[in-house]
Structure formats: C-alpha cells, structure tokens
T-cell receptor, first 114, second 111 residues
Framework: NAGVTQTPKFQVLKTGQSMTLQCAQD?????MSWYRQDPGMGLRLIHY???????DQGEVPNGYNVSRSTTEDFPLRLLSAAPSQTSVYFC?????????????FGSGTRLTVV | LAKTTQPISMDSYEGQEVNITCSHN???????ITWYQQFPSQGPRFIIQ???TKVTNEVASLFIPADRKSSTLSLPRVSLSDTAVYYC????????????FGTGTQLKVEL
C-alpha cells in the first residue's frame, strides 16, 4: 500500500518555465488536495478536488491549475513559474472528502524557481 | 473555522512527558480538534482527534475540557524521534473538507 505518491521529489525551474507536479493515491480516496509550505509557515491550500471531474480553488490558487480525470491522480500544473512559487508542495487525500477522517499526505516536492 | 493558538516551540528531554496546549476560544458545536505531526522533509501525519474529554491511541493522548476552548496533546516518555512540528487544527464534521494549518509547535527532544 503506497499511500500518496508525489513526483518528482526535487525540481529546479527557470522563471517562465512550466511543469506538472504529479500526485497519485491508491486508497480510493475521493478527496485530494494540494498545499504549499513556505519556510516558517504552515501549509496553505492551493486547489482541491472532491471527486473525479470536480475541482475548486483553495486559499492561494493563482499561478496553478489542476484537473482530476481519475480518482487516483491529481496533477498540479505551474503554467509560468515565478520565484514566488519556490516552496515545498504537498499532496493530500482523504476518504469521503471529510477532514474528520484524517488526511494522508505525500512526502512532498521541493521546487526552486530561479 | 476557529482560530487556534499554540506555543511556537518547546524543549524536552528523552523519557519526559510532553504536553502541548492549544487554545481555540471560538470553537463551534460541530467542530472537532485534530492534531498532526510533521517531521523534517515529510508531509504532516494525522496522529489524534477528539471532540471532548479524553482520547488515547498508541501515539498520544488528547485532553479536552468541558468548555472545549482548549485542548492538550500529551506525548508520554518522548524520545529523540518525537522531535517534530505539531499542529493543532479545528475541523468541521458535517461538511468541512479543508485543513487550515497554523505555524505549529516545534518540539525538540534532547538526550
């Protein structure tokens, strides 16, 4: 049981480049979300999905796109990377979209934009 | 969602019991209190959750007084491996599906 798998673990981008951060879960969780964590701060919600085909914005969605074509996968796209997007990105999933059931987080992608 | 306040950092020694208190003065009737643990270079990990009184699992205990305006995470006999950031969150049971993280409490355990 792999849980939540994020790839890549590390990435360096130049300003203006685009890329996709991958997130996959094998627990048949309906709810998936993306967070970013900046030094000395808590995690902030970027986008989330309550099921295949349904996505919505979180607290800091600007500069990011998401889609959810399958239950298992929830990729995060950076359209034109900016230094302000340098951060650690975490993907999380939960049963039935209820925070009450506890979230499972991936191990993160550390992104540096130069 | 209710705002939470917890100490920025705590220090302890191996074998001691550590209690981290979180205040959530405006917690609502349907809110639960949940705690996550985050090790360096890892994502947060759910450790315990409760509504009132006391909850205990293999990792920790959670004490919630009757007025529910605060809660205390208790880690018995900590070891070096318990060094981590601990987050206290308030969540909705009915329809809430978002986690709002604060800056957490950095616990450092020394020999």
């Amino acid at each position: 049981n792999a849980g939540v798998t994020q790839t890549p673990k590390f990435q360096v981008l130049k300003t203006g480049q685009s890329m996709t951060l991958q997130c996959a879960q094998d627990m048949n969780h309906e709810y998936m979300s993306w967070y970013r964590q900046d030094p000395g701060m808590g995690l902030r919600l970027i986008h989330y999905s309550v099921g295949a085909g349904i996505t919505d914005q979180g607290e800091v969605p600007n500069g990011y796109n998401v889609s959810r074509s399958t239950t298992e996968d929830f990729p995060l796209r950076l359209l034109s990377a900016a230094p302000s997007q340098t951060s650690v990105y975490f993907c999380a999933s939960s049963y039935s979209g209820r925070a009450y059931y506890g979230y499972t987080f991936g191990s993160g992608t550390r992104l540096t934009v130069v | 969602l209710a705002k939470t306040t917890q100490p920025i950092s705590m220090d302890s020694y191996e074998g001691q019991e550590v209690n981290i208190t979180c205040s959530h003065n405006n917690i609502a009737t349907n809110d639960y209190i949940t705690w996550y643990q985050q090790f360096p270079s890892q994502g947060p990990r759910f450790i315990i959750q409760g509504y009132k009184t006391k909850v205990t699992n293999e990792v920790a205990s959670l004490f919630i007084p009757a007025d529910r305006k605060s809660s205390t995470l208790s880690l018995p006999r900590v070891s070096l491996s318990d060094t981590a950031v601990y987050y206290c969150l308030v969540i909705l049971t009915g329809g809430g599906n978002k986690l709002t993280f604060g800056t957490g409490t950095q616990l450092k355990v020394e020999l």
